[in-house]
């Protein structure tokens, strides 16, 4: 049943974040995509079911997965400029994959995996605007909504039943992966060009500064206080951080 419902919820999410991309712009809802719709409820689970130590595992490793999604989103913005959707998402999860193993050995200590998200994303913000797109034409694609909403659903039922199996690292970091802004960045690329997925990205990059905050508070808070207070000051971080990050009305519509 849980497995269920996240995938619910999941497929939830890539539907309305698809939807803002036409009411508040591709980077707004690039940084609502990046909060951390799955990580939280999934973090709050293994807290209840596996304990408070083994959900802030997790949630440093899910701090230190930032650095993938931040690599996974620069690498496909680059590559969608020259290439079709499909090189691209190959090319982002093949660059994210790499990361693998930097992001497995800094989540043995929070200072570590936070500093290596926010370089991670400091470099990829950068460099996505630097090389981000002009405006492109954009269209309407409700089926193409409705099969990555039910693709990305069905995946998360699968990664979420598997994820307390093989360890805390493994169930952070399959938390964080970059289901919903693959998604919606290669439907967007699909429908609108590789303006769109660029733009959708650059906010995205931004919201994963408030992500990397939620998963630090979660793991600082958790113990001391437990773990339903942690997820609420944890929530209240990630969503005041992206502000920073967040466009004015004007850019938002780009």
């Given at each position: 049943?849980?497995?269920?419902?996240?995938?619910?919820?999941?497929?939830?999410?890539?539907?309305?974040?698809?939807?803002?991309?036409?009411?508040?712009?591709?980077r707004l809802a690039g940084v609502a995509a990046a909060l951390p719709t799955i990580t939280a409820p999934t973090l709050a689970w293994l807290a209840h079911e596996q304990g408070v130590v083994f959900a802030t595992q997790a949630a440093v490793a899910s701090v230190a997965a930032c650095a993938m999604l931040a690599v996974f989103a620069m690498v496909y913005a680059l590559l969608a400029q020259r290439g079709g959707a499909g090189r691209a998402?190959?090319?982002?999860?093949?660059?994210?994959?790499?990361?693998?193993?930097?992001?497995?050995?800094?989540?043995?200590?929070?200072?570590?995996?936070?500093?290596?998200?926010?370089?991670?994303?400091?470099?990829?913000?950068?460099?996505?605007?630097?090389?981000?797109?002009?405006?492109?034409?954009q269209r309407d694609?409700?089926?193409?909504?409705?099969?990555?909403?039910?693709?990305?659903?069905?995946?998360?039922?699968?990664?979420?039943?598997?994820?307390?199996l093989i360890g805390s690292f493994a169930a952070g970091l399959m938390a964080s992966l970059p289901l919903i802004s693959g998604a919606v960045a290669v439907v967007e690329h699909s429908a609108s060009g590789p303006a769109a997925a660029a733009r959708f990205l650059h906010g995205y990059v931004g919201g994963l500064f408030g992500k990397a905050a939620f998963g630090t508070v979660f793991a600082l808070l958790a113990a001391p206080i437990g773990a339903p207070w942690a997820l609420l000051w944890a929530c209240a971080s990630a969503c005041a951080v992206p502000l920073l990050f967040a466009p004015s009305r004007t850019a938002a519509h780009a």
């Open positions: 049943m849980d497995g269920i419902c996240k995938a619910v919820l999941t497929a939830a999410v890539v539907w309305l974040v698809m939807g803002a991309v036409r009411h508040g712009g591709h998402l190959v090319g982002g999860l093949a660059a994210a994959a790499a990361l693998a193993w930097p992001v497995f050995a800094a989540s043995a200590q929070l200072a570590d995996a936070l500093v290596l998200a926010l370089g991670c994303c400091a470099v990829a913000w950068y460099t996505i605007r630097r090389h981000g797109a002009h405006k492109g034409a694609s409700r089926c193409s909504r409705a099969c990555a909403a039910t693709a990305v659903g069905g995946i998360t039922a699968l990664t979420t039943t598997l994820g307390p």
